[in-house]
């Protein structure tokens, strides 16, 4: 996807050890955004950042933290792994507060993440 | 209950057929709907947004409309190639309980067949 990489693509962990993804944007964007997806859920908001070390929690934040040291990058840091953390992680950029008209979601294309 | 309830939860069409699909809401106030287009293993893309004060909204082959008086909007895709064959995820967003969200659907899952 143009703009945003994920990385790494796929990776297995073990329960119990700390795992950090990461989300690159050459955008500019203000916004980025970790979001989990699982079967037969919607995309669930995990943690968001508006800016330079500016981040604040979504709905599902437990288990999760993040940081953003420069405008290109977001990181999600799984401090100790937990099966229940097996999912897909998308990363998001917007220029704009997503939920307001004109500013749409740009998403990476995911991180496979496998707790065993 | 979901607050962004698609159906069907999966779709098997012919190539060249038409269909649509739905997804209903439970926001208000209401600020905008999207739909986007997810490939297996990629991202979704966006594919129409709308407003409360919109009702329809095309992008090509594909159709959005809205009724913002029952929480209904339909995306209609026409003449369905193969390549249409991905998932298809309705976000709302807007005031709901807790404060202003945006809410993804689970999607639905459309399989073309040649």
Request: a positive charge; charged letters at 20%; glycine letters at 8%.
């Amino acid at each position: 996807d143009a703009g945003i990489t994920q990385s790494p693509r796929h990776k297995v962990t073990e329960t119990g050890t700390p795992v950090t993804l990461r989300c690159h944007q050459t955008e500019n964007h203000r916004y980025m955004y970790w979001y989990r997806q699982d079967p037969g859920h919607g995309l669930r908001l995990i943690h968001y950042s508006y800016g330079v070390k500016d981040t604040d929690k979504g709905e599902v934040s437990d288990g999760y933290s993040v940081s953003r040291s420069k405008t290109e990058d977001f990181l999600l840091t799984l401090e100790s792994a937990t099966s229940s953390q097996t999912s897909v992680y998308f990363c998001a950029i917007s220029e704009g507060m997503a939920p307001l008209r004109d500013y749409g979601y740009t998403f990476g294309s995911g991180t496979r993440l496998t707790v065993v | 209950k979901n607050q962004v309830e698609q159906s069907p939860q999966s779709l098997i069409i012919l190539e060249g057929k038409n269909c649509t699909l739905q997804c209903n809401y439970t926001v208000s106030p209401f600020s905008n709907l999207r739909w986007y287009k997810q490939d297996t293993g990629r991202g979704p893309v966006s594919l129409t947004i709308m407003t409360f004060s919109e009702n329809t909204k095309s992008n090509g082959r594909y159709t959005a409309t809205l009724d913002a008086d029952t929480k209904q909007s339909s995306l209609h895709i026409t003449a369905s190639q193969l390549s249409d064959s991905a998932s298809y995820i309705c976000v709302v967003s807007g005031m709901y309980t807790g404060g202003f969200k945006t809410i993804f659907g689970a999607g639905t899952r459309l399989f073309v067949k040649a």
